[in-house]
C-alpha cells in the first residue's frame, strides 16, 4: 500500500524543479522527513560525543 498521493508528489516535485534553488537533497513524505530527523539528530549526538578529540587535532604553531 502507498502511503503518499502521488498526484501530490508530482506537483511538489514541479513546484522544486521550477524554484530559483532548487533543493540538492529533498525528502518526499512525512515519515520520511521523520526518519531523516532521527538519523540527524543520531549522527550529531555521535560526533557531538568526540567534539573535543576531534577539534584537538589542529597542528600546534611551534
Known sequence: MQG???AKLGAALVQ???SAEPPVCWVAGADAF???EQKAKT???QAGAH???SSS???DNA
Do not use: E, Q
Open 34 to 36: 521523520a526518519a531523516l
Open 57 to 59: 587535532l589542529a597542528r
Open 51 to 53: 567534539r573535543d578529540l
Open 16 to 18: 522544486l524543479v521550477g
Open 4 to 6: 503518499g498521493d502521488p
Open 43 to 45: 549522527l550529531l549526538d
